[in-house]
């Protein structure tokens, strides 16, 4: 039988990731996801590289490259 679960959105993702993150700067990196989608209301979220992505006007724009004990932000040009 196939899977009958529906695709998450890009945002129940990040959320997911979030949720089941243990990082040590997993404050930090919400704070950031706060500020990114308080800065414009048309931007998105999704997940890229295993880590949340950051979309304005479909093209990606932030991305986290998250590592051990380090997070890196990702500026796409």
């Not at 979030?18 to 930090?28: G, I, N, V």
Request: some cysteine.
């Amino acid at each position: 039988m196939p899977n009958t679960k529906p695709k998450q959105s890009g945002a129940e993702q990040v959320a997911d990731f979030f949720a089941s993150l243990d990082h040590p700067l997993k404050d930090a990196m919400e704070k950031i996801r706060e500020i990114i989608l308080a800065s414009d209301n048309t931007i998105t979220e999704q997940i890229k590289w295993k880590g949340p992505s950051f979309c304005y006007n479909g093209d990606d724009r932030v991305t986290f490259n998250v590592r051990n004990d380090i997070v890196l932000l990702i500026f796409h040009r």
